[in-house]
């Protein structure tokens, strides 16, 4: 249901390209991504829909205390996110579960949004620990995903946040999301962590190179 929403809604906010290094996305896949603006999880729910992949979200479980959203969420089989508690590591092992049965997981790196209040480009920050950390209790691949734009739509202050959302249907800003090849991280954690980031921030910077951000062109 969030697929199909994030379909028909986004391209109303920008127009959304995609770009893509793998033949196939096979089941029981880690889909790892950047993680920007509050927008670029429907943006890149959007993508994957055309491209046929509807993943379950690990998502902040605060999405869970809006009604409406806690139902979608729900009903789709998404997994709350319990950060700095003791039910933390209860995402990691429902992502587990959900791998197990054949469904891809979405998970994103960073585990939070950048602090800057600009709107441009910036490669990935580091990766916590546990897309790597779910990589290897469960031998899962890891599907790079990049995406870029979505901080145009809305980013910053609260008052730019809103203010984005509010003109984005009349700028229209462009948005890439590209999907690198599926890969084996290695088995010991650190490593893997850094594998990870470094293929995600591979994937971002061919979407932001597809917009001609400055960030990427100048790298």
Do not use: C
Not at 67 to 74: D, I, K, V, Y
Not at 78 to 86: F, L, Q, W
Not at 170 to 191: K, Q
Not at 192 to 208: G, I
Request: aromatic share 2%; no cysteine; hydrophobic share 45%.
């Amino acid at each position: 249901m969030l697929s199909r929403i994030a379909a028909a809604i986004v391209p109303a906010f920008g127009h959304l390209t995609i770009s893509s290094d793998r033949p196939t996305t096979p089941t029981g896949t880690i889909i790892l991504g950047n993680h920007t603006s509050l927008a670029d999880p429907g943006v890149v729910l959007a993508a994957l829909r055309r491209l046929e992949i509807e993943p379950v979200i690990l998502a902040t479980a605060g999405l869970w205390r809006i009604p409406l959203l806690r139902s979608l969420l729900t009903r789709d089989g998404h997994i709350p996110v319990h950060r700095g508690t003791a039910r933390a590591a209860d995402s990691l092992e429902a992502a587990a579960q959900a791998l197990a049965a054949g469904r891809n997981v979405l998970i994103y790196g960073e585990g939070r949004l950048p602090l800057r209040k600009d709107s441009a480009e910036a490669a990935p920050e580091n990766f916590r620990s546990g897309p790597a950390r779910l990589a290897a209790a469960t031998g899962a691949p890891i599907l790079p995903l990049g995406q870029a734009g979505a901080r145009h739509i809305t980013s910053g202050t609260r008052s730019k946040q809103l203010a984005g959302i509010i003109t984005a249907p009349a700028r229209r800003p462009r948005l890439h999301v590209h999907l690198g090849a599926p890969l084996r991280l290695p088995a010991e954690i650190p490593a893997a962590t850094a594998a990870a980031h470094q293929a995600v921030t591979a994937a971002w910077r061919t979407a932001a190179r597809h917009l001609g951000e400055p960030a990427a062109l100048a790298a």
